[in-house]
């Protein structure tokens, strides 16, 4: 055996098992596709907040448990899936120590309860993408050089392709390394390749008509080789037609400025979102990741748009509380926010149906001066984010896309994130981590946990899991 598990992707889920498996006395070998030492990940372009379920990780248990559970309790819905979305709180103030035990420093972001651990040094609070010497690429340096300090620096430029069955049996991982397949052999492989949103052909099957018509809001580097490797060895596959994402301005598409930040998200949630007859299609007030997927759903993805007011503008799209907002920030980036005196005139500059707007707007303003939002088709939940009247000129409009960030569900995990068959039994020597694993996030409504939570709690079950079955 050249190692004793081998893990299929160096984002953070996989460096932190690799790294609690050499702190366990294991030995691991990290296949990375990446070819630079700087390789793109979701992990490397991350904003940086540790959290689950937007709680302070360091809340008491029950607190965070009653906000996932919130967020969207669905995976006692699959065989040998219960209480596995529980790890998230049981383990979160375990996974900011270990972090924090020389691995990452972090700073308060904001005021929000979320924004409480911010990997430092923080991202600017501009447009655009930026993560070099940020505290997400300062942390996947510190686990890399652990791992070299240990001789078991991630392998580069290796795509593992399939499984290496023999005898019915998992027995490692083929691979494409620099100079062609070869064969690696391990007792487990734990796969964190970040899920399947770059991979037209899946997203396609799972996530939306026309995948092309969503923007890659992230690495873009998950191709559902992990998915593929682990069906063909028996895995169960759960909630695949999900994902995390915002929704961006659909300017993005051409100026890179606009992703992936700032976010349509923090306006539409107060607003409106329409299709092109000018009708309301989703719950806005379920937020930006369900937004995002409600759009991706839509047979023309690139046919939606955000209206509001100058009210709406001035204010919560204002609000600093959540950086970077969007005004004035799009604008200044380069976006552009139509603007017309009635709302007939909007309509026409943002190719929507004049009438059918109307009559949303009319129904939308009568259901806040009423609070009778249930009455609305389709309703608007109003628990989490205040629905604002769209009354004041001028009036405003956004065309939006769905940016994807990571797909939310994935290869079916117990609570050790060994991978389950069929009927829920755990298939010998195979684990799934991070984005890769099904069953935390997504479900009926889009439940975002948090992703670098779930990154560094599954990846620390599943080195310690592989440990105590040696
Ligand atoms: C802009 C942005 C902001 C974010 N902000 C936050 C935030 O503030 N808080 C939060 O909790 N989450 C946030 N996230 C999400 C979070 O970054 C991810 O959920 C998390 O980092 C996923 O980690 P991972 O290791 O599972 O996947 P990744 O980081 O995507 O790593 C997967 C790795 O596997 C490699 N790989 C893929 N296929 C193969 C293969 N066949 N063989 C070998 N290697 C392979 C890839 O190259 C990649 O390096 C954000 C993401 C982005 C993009």
């Known amino acids: 055996m050249e190692a004793d598990l081998i893990i299929i992707g160096g984002g953070l889920a996989g460096l932190t098992t ?66 596995i979305q529980s790890i998230m709180s049981e ?20 005021q929000p309860e979320f924004m409480r651990w911010m990997l430092a040094p923080p991202r600017p609070r501009g447009a655009g993408l930026d993560w070099k010497g940020r505290g997400p690429d300062v942390l996947l340096r510190r686990l890399t050089e652990a791992l070299q300090e240990a001789q078991a620096a991630p392998r580069l430029g ?37 899920g399947f949103q770059a991979n037209m052909e899946l997203m396609q099957r799972y996530i939306s008509p026309k995948p092309e018509a969503l923007l890659q809001r992230g690495g873009g580097t998950g191709m559902g080789d992990g998915l593929t490797i682990a069906e063909t060895a028996g895995a169960a596959l759960i909630g695949l037609d999900s994902f995390y994402g915002h929704l961006l301005g659909r300017d993005a598409i051409e100026n890179p400025k606009l992703w992936p930040y700032p976010v349509v998200d923090t306006i539409a949630r107060s607003a409106i979102l329409v299709d092109q007859a000018g009708l309301r299609f989703t719950d806005e007030g379920l937020g930006g990741v369900s937004m995002a997927n409600a759009v991706a759903k839509l047979a023309d993805p690139m046919a939606s748009v955000v209206i509001f007011d100058e009210e709406t503008w001035t204010g919560v799209a204002a609000d600093n509380r959540y950086p970077p907002c969007m005004n004035p920030v799009y604008e200044n980036a380069g976006g552009k926010v139509f603007a017309a005196p009635s709302l007939n005139e909007l309509a026409f500059k943002v190719s929507v149906d004049p009438d059918g707007l109307s009559r949303t707007v009319d129904g939308w ?94 990846g620390l079950r599943a080195a310690e899991s592989i440990a105590k079955e040696r």
């Open 365 to 458: 303003n009568d259901a806040v001066d009423t609070a009778s939002f249930s009455n609305l088709s389709p309703p608007r939940s109003v628990e989490t984010f205040q629905p604002e009247p769209i009354r004041k000129p001028p009036f405003r409009a956004i065309p939006v896309i769905a940016g994807i960030t990571y797909t939310m569900g994935g290869i079916a995990i117990d609570r050790d994130a060994r991978a389950l068959d069929q009927v829920g039994n755990p298939i010998r020597g195979l684990y799934a981590v991070g984005s890769a694993s099904g069953g935390i996030e997504g479900g009926p409504s889009s439940a975002y946990i948090g992703g670098l939570a779930k990154a560094v709690i599954t």
């Open 18 to 83: 690799a790294n609690r498996a050499l702190e366990l006395g294991l030995r691991p070998i990290v296949l990375e596709k990446g070819k630079e030492v700087d390789y793109p990940c979701n992990s490397r372009y991350s904003g940086g907040l540790f959290h689950v379920a937007f709680k302070d990780v360091t809340k008491p248990v029950e607190d965070i448990e009653a906000a996932v559970k919130a967020a969207g309790d669905f995976s006692q819905s699959y065989p040998g899936g219960d209480s």
């Open 91 to 110: 383990d979160a103030a375990k996974a900011l120590c270990w972090l924090r035990e020389g691995r990452a420093k972090f700073i308060k972001g904001g």
């Open 158 to 194: 290796w795509r593992a392709v399939h499984p290496l069955i023999e005898d019915n049996h998992l027995v490692g991982i083929i691979a494409q390394g620099p100079n062609g397949q070869e064969k690696l052999r391990a007792r487990a492989i734990v796969i964190a390749d970040g």
